[in-house]
């Protein structure tokens, strides 16, 4: 009898074999007390990641590694596919977790607040590398954008986050990118959260960025102070950045918000296309439309006059439109 199987089907009926009998994703995907423990402890020290898990996962990844990289792919993928899909702790991590740029584990516990399947200290620098190809490829079928902040954009791009070789800017490279800048609005004489040499790198950075399609990357301002006299010169700073990506071909894009003012402004791709004249009939028609004029307690003459400031800053800082036509 002449067998007429696809070999892609004998491949995925291995696999699902695999699965049943061995339960491998689960094993993979579910978090043993001990593992728990090291994940949500308090004490960061290397000596408090328990030994007895870490060699349960380190030996079920020498298992998974003797699979043909087809059948992990698989089982990989199987880890991903539940509700809700466990990649949202990779782009989100809880229990304050933060990107440190320069550990060189493992050993180590910077990765304890992610989850265990891609922590290198637990299933190997192969398996978690694998996995997280596996989530790159998963996470773009619901996910649209990856945050950053302004201040985090060297170590987003050069870090190698993970300690598999990978940067986050690989991870999340298929997902558009905002990036927030609000830390670098801030009163004259305040003391502020980003440096001026934060700033530059991050231009730096961004300017770098090689172009492969036409991106969306939007440069998001959010903060309350009703001041901004720091706004001219971060912007400036910020202007060919912003005005080099589209060059490039990106989909640049600015987003504004000022709690205090009420403000909550979107800057599409339309915006590129404005005189100096439109730029000044938009905002009117912005303003005598909003909420905030109807509202009138929101309202008032010094809140016109820094909105309007406001629009001036960029339509000629960011978008290099400056004068009357």
């Not at 989100?92 to 910077?110: D, I, N, Q, R, Y």
């Not at 989530?135 to 773009?140: E, F, I």
């Not at 800048?181 to 009163?187: A, I, K, L, Q, V």
């Not at 339509?315 to 004068?323: C, I, P, S, T």
Request: charged share 20%; with cysteine.
């Amino acid at each position: 009898m002449v067998n007429t199987t696809p070999q892609t089907s004998q491949k995925h009926s291995e696999a699902t074999l695999i699965l049943d009998q061995n339960g491998l994703a689960d094993q993979i995907a579910t978090v043993h007390l001990n593992n728990q423990e090291c994940k949500i402890g308090v004490d960061t020290s290397r000596d408090s990641i328990p030994d007895p898990a870490k060699t349960t996962y380190l030996t079920l990844s020498t298992h998974i590694l003797r699979l043909p990289r087809e059948i992990r792919d698989l089982i990989y993928a199987q880890v991903f596919n539940r509700a809700p899909p466990p990649f949202f702790d990779v782009f989100w991590p809880e229990f304050g977790h933060v990107w440190l740029p320069g550990c060189p584990g493992p050993p180590c516990t910077c990765l304890r607040h992610l989850p265990h399947f891609i922590d290198a200290n637990y299933m190997g620098r192969q398996v978690a590398r694998e996995m997280l190809e596996t989530c790159k490829t998963v996470a773009t079928q619901y996910l649209i954008d990856y945050v950053v902040g302004g201040s985090q954009l060297k170590a987003y791009f050069t870090a190698d986050a993970f300690h598999v070789g990978m940067t986050r800017a690989e991870l999340f490279g298929d997902l558009d990118l905002v990036v927030e800048f609000g830390e670098f609005m801030y009163r004259e004489r305040e003391a502020t959260h980003g440096s001026d040499t934060d700033l530059d790198s991050a231009v730096g950075m961004l300017l770098n960025l090689p172009f492969e399609r036409p991106r969306k990357i939007t440069f998001d301002i959010k903060h309350s102070h009703t001041q901004h006299a720091h706004m001219t010169h971060a912007l400036r700073v910020l202007g060919p950045a912003f005005r080099g990506m589209r060059d490039k071909g990106f989909d640049v894009r600015f987003t504004y918000v000022n709690y205090d003012l009420y403000l909550d402004w979107e800057f599409g791709p339309k915006a590129w296309e404005w005189s100096a004249s439109e730029w000044l009939t938009n905002y009117l028609d912005d303003v005598f439309t909003s909420q905030s004029v109807k509202d009138e307690w929101k309202f008032n003459n010094q809140n016109f006059e820094t909105e309007e400031s406001l629009w001036t800053i960029f339509m000629n800082e960011l978008y290099g439109v400056v004068g009357d036509d």
